[in-house]
């Protein structure tokens, strides 16, 4: 299991750009797929974005398709999501996710979580 600590999150005003940071720990960060999900106060937590162990196959939201971009480097153990065009409504915690994988594909489920951290986006 791998331990993940999110960086990056902070105040921005509409239209503007954040990009967070995912750090993992451990050995075995290739060998996961990476996610970003998300939660606003009152919603559930919801993907926002994820890339499978190689990079090659990725998934966003639709609510986000155009505006963030997921990427990860596999020799510093780190995933990223460039947040640009951002909007009130993507103002929610923001938490990285971790999932082992055999395959180059990108999971329906994540096991592994950081503590989030937060995004504000104001009008």
């Known amino acids: 299991q791998v331990q993940l600590v999110e960086s990056g999150g902070g105040l921005v005003q509409a239209g503007g750009s954040l990009r967070l940071s995912c750090a993992a720990s451990g050995r075995t960060f290739s060998s996961h797929a990476m996610g970003w999900f998300r939660q606003a106060p009152g919603k559930e937590r919801g993907i926002v974005a994820a890339?499978?162990?190689?990079?090659?196959?990725?998934y966003y939201a639709d609510s986000v398709k155009g505006r963030f971009t997921i990427s990860r480097d596999n020799a510093e153990n780190t995933v990223y999501l460039q947040m640009n065009s951002l909007k009130p409504e993507d103002t929610a915690v923001y938490y990285c996710?971790?999932?082992?994988?055999?395959?180059?594909?990108?999971?329906?489920?994540?096991?592994?979580w950081g503590q989030g951290t937060q995004v504000t986006v104001s009008s």
């Open positions: 996710a971790a999932e082992r994988v055999y395959s180059d594909r990108v999971p329906v489920s994540f096991g592994s």
């Open positions: 890339v499978s162990w190689s990079g090659a196959n990725t």
